[in-house]
């Protein structure tokens, strides 16, 4: 087992990595940058090293200061936490060419997976059911054309090196296909450097259930059920929970062995979320990401595993320590995403923290960065905390979520707690009624 690690990363997942090396016995290395000297995982961390300036290209994103930080501390492994380099495949090359362990995949994975055509080509040829679009990357506005025609509208357009809801577009009919192939085109290679797209029939009423798969890299793959990801704005997740209200035990131990089989047969190492949209009792594979995902704690609520202490156990050489026979779901589990964002217009609100005071009790987990007089920088995600209830079933998860959101206290900035409190009066949100579109909608109507 590794003595020390660097975390690259900051705010609640440095913690979150912190907190389980700290119960394996791992010293701890934070880095950050000159705008995050107060932050949190600065303070909790056994050591930390000032990686640059603000700007996350020369600090979060640098690949030399964090090597740098790495052989200065002594530190034998980086965790990398989401976003910032958590899905660089070049930076896991040359992380391992300094003879240091990335805690994650490896970068052939990343790399396979970090490409949505080749992603998707992986995935059907291990049995995963996909949905059904353009065979890989569609180069001419004529060809897209046709294919709409053959395909049927309505189609999506999605750069194939996309994320973060970037890069996506919808042409409803033959007439918005030129807009929207140019326009997907256009974003891909402004945002991500690569123009290539494909096309996809548009699903209009899924719902977004991903799979958690955890694997040790030795051909040994398992399942942890999904989460039912749906309400989204903007593509964006805001509130997440597992079980899926509308998964059976049946569908869920089916797609889940589809999914653990196709990683277990790349011997895919560490944690890794298979998304989908569900409709009509029919999955399809959209993407796959190599990494821990925000909504994680949903998932090990449940099952009660600690996924960041399996991610370091593997990345070691140990092997995982449950098997798929060794996974039971518990109840049920709910995740909001609390944000420093103004609404209506989810506009960033960063700014200093006057009173932060967390809920707690039975069934609730708070992770967040947050402390009395915290002041949020502007430079970085809006994303504050994550609130994350657990219940004997969903019923109960709710009534504890409404609970723990009533003791939440953050003074000082807008967040987005208010939206948690008015979804909860919604009757969808307490019967599970809600798909891709439903949070759009009703904000939508709220205007
Ligand atoms: P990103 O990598 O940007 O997150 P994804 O491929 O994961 O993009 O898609 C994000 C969201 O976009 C999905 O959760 C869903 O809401 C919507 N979406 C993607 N593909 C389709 C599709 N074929 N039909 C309908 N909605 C889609």
Redesign the pocket.
Known sequence: MFNKILIANRGEIALRVIRAAREMGIATVAVHSTADADAMHVRMADESVCIGPPASPQSYLSFPAIISACEITGAEAIHPGYGFLSENAQFVQIVEDHGLTFIGPTAEHIRVMGD?ITAKDTMKALGVPC?P?SDGGVATLEEAKALGQEMGYP??I?ATA???????K?AQTAADMESAFMTARAEGMAAFGNDEVYI?????T?R?IEIQVFGDGKGRAVHLGERD??L?RR???VFEEAPGPAISAEERTEIGRVCADAVAKINYIGAGTI?F?YENGEF?F??M?TRLQVEHPVTEAIFGVDLVREQIRVASGLDMSFSQDDLEINGHSIEVRLNAEKLPNFSPSPGRITQYHAPGGLGVRMDSALYDGYRIPPYYDSLIGKLIVHGRDRAEALARLNRALGELIIDGVDTTVPLFHALLAEKDIHTGEYN??WLEKWLEAQA
Do not use: A, D, F
């Open positions: 949505k949905v679009g189609v999506i999605k996309g994320g973060g809801g970037r890069g996506m919808v996809e029939k548009y699903l209009t899924p977004h990801c749906s989204q593509h964006q997740k998304e949209l399809y959209i993407e990401n891709i579109h």
